[in-house]
């Protein structure tokens, strides 16, 4: 059986019982009580074959419960503050603030103190080169000043703070609290990994070293070294090699990636960062804002912002991202207009390129004078060109009766603004302005420029000389 310590009414802990002594003494008042029982039943039932009346084996029973259940509690007890001895901290602040000694009285204020805890206006420091605690006093008159050299208040300073101690000879106060000149701090750092086995951290591909008397915090607290995430977001300090502190400014969250099993080949990012891998379903984040991006060889990259909280996670569905398309381009002849249908879609006349989805697709090619087109296709993941000749029908085959079909017109193009692509009858012509000469007839103009929405128009040429005007919205 182990030893175990209870707290006094003083909250200190006292001296070391066995539970095994505890349960001796439990059965001796037990056996004095049964047996004090006995003799009074006996006293009173003494005479003759007359038994103890059933009332005695109650008692009996009853007390053997009493026993049971006190001895329950002992044991529960027991394991609640075995259990809380061993989650806790080897110095907690009580352990620091009974156990600290004054700082001008025992130790030279010249050298470097990690700050360990605050009572009214009293800071608990930790002697780098001794490894005793001390306790400094500050009044209204104790200047302060941070890691940049400026003043700061007392209720600025933090738990990790690497600092010397200037004496007020007249008060017996702390003149100054200064940050030390030998330290180092390091704010806003992620991807800061602790490696608990071998007591060191690596950041920035530096190895650190750290020890018992390192302060991990979070709010304010203490905490293990194992529950530092390389998301969270954290300021360090340290002299040399060394790590005094590591405080957590922003804890980590998760964002949880559903159906990325539907994705190849998946690839993330946050905030624009480097790529990060995913850890079952889920990647880890510093609680915030962020933007995130996944990439993969069937989806188009798919970016999306979610916001992170605490040890919570924010959902993406992947089954929103647009399967990745792939180029089909049209080579059709006689160049010109014709009407085009991709799975009984209709598209705009004349165009020349598709961007499809991996599939089974039928395609049909529309030209007045000319047999109707029809094909079938499987896209993959690489580009597709279709080199497609139109056979005239047996009407086109005719010779003209009407002179007029061989006669041109110029059609000055313009756009608005100017400078914008030509394409007419889904060929490049130019920069407008420009003049093209096109045969009597339906045309189709398409003017595209960067910025600006495409603009397109059916126009018919029935004179020498006309102009067309565009306007990109």
């Not at 047996?35 to 005479?47: H, I, L, Q, V, Y």
């Not at 049209?330 to 961007?355: F, W």
């Not at 296709?377 to 061989?406: F, H, M, Y």
Request: hydrophobic content about 30%; some cysteine; proline content about 3%.
């Amino acid at each position: 059986m182990g030893n175990y310590n209870f707290e006094k009414d003083n909250k200190d802990y006292g001296e070391t019982i066995r539970l095994g002594d505890i349960n001796k003494e439990i059965q001796k008042l037990e056996e004095e009580a049964v047996s004090k029982t006995n003799n009074d039943n006996n006293e009173k039932f003494s005479g003759g074959d007359k038994k103890p009346p059933k009332d005695s084996y109650r008692n009996k029973f009853f007390i053997a419960c009493a026993v049971a259940a006190v001895l329950l509690i002992i044991i529960v007890t027991s394991a609640i503050t075995l259990f809380l001895s061993r989650g806790a901290s080897t110095n907690t602040n009580k352990d620091i603030i009974e156990n600290a000694q004054d700082i001008f009285q025992s130790q030279s204020s010249t050298q470097d103190y990690v700050i360990k805890a605050f009572k009214d206006s009293i800071v608990y420091l930790y002697g780098i080169e001794t490894g005793k605690i001390y306790s400094a006093e500050t009044d209204e008159d104790t200047i302060i000043t941070g890691v940049n050299g400026g003043s700061i208040a007392f209720d600025d300073l933090s738990l990790g703070d690497i600092v010397t101690v200037i004496k007020n000879e007249d008060t017996g106060t702390a003149q100054q609290i200064r940050w030390s000149e030998n330290a180092w701090k390091m704010e806003g750092e992620v991807d800061v990994r602790v490696d608990v086995s071998s007591s060191t951290i690596s950041l920035k591909e530096e190895i650190f070293k750290y020890d018992k008397n390192t302060i991990f915090a979070y709010n304010g607290k203490e905490i293990d070294p194992d529950e530092i995430s390389y998301a969270d977001i954290v300021n360090i300090t340290g002299v040399e090699n060394n790590i005094y502190s590591i405080s957590i400014i922003k804890k980590h969250g998760y964002v949880y990636l559903k159906n990325h099993e539907e994705v190849d080949n998946l690839k993330i990012r946050v905030d624009f960062g480097v790529e990060q891998q995913l850890e079952e379903d889920m990647i880890v984040v510093p609680e915030g804002h962020h933007t995130i991006i996944v990439t993969g060889e069937n989806i188009e990259d798919y970016m999306t912002e979610v916001d992170v909280t605490e040890n919570r996670s924010a959902e993406i569905d992947l089954s929103l991202a647009e399967p990745k398309k792939t180029p089909v381009n049209l080579n059709v002849k006689p160049h010109g207009m014709y009407g085009l249908k991709v799975n009984d879609e209709e598209y705009p006349e004349g165009t020349k390129s598709l961007l499809l989805s991996e599939g089974k697709y039928t395609i049909e090619i529309t030209k007045d004078g000319y047999e109707p087109y029809t094909t079938e296709i499987e896209v993959g993941k690489d580009q597709i060109k279709l080199d497609i000749e139109l056979e005239k029908t047996e009407e086109t085959l005719q010779p003209p009766t009407d002179t007029n079909e061989a006669e041109k017109g110029s059609v000055t193009i313009y756009s608005d603004p100017g400078w914008a692509k030509v394409y007419v009858d889904g060929e490049y012509k130019g920069i407008a302005p420009i003049m093209v000469k096109l045969p009597y007839g339906e045309h189709y103009i398409l003017l595209t420029l960067e910025g600006y929405e495409d603009c397109g128009e059916h126009i018919t040429v029935n004179s020498a000389e006309s102009t067309y005007k565009g306007s990109l919205k």
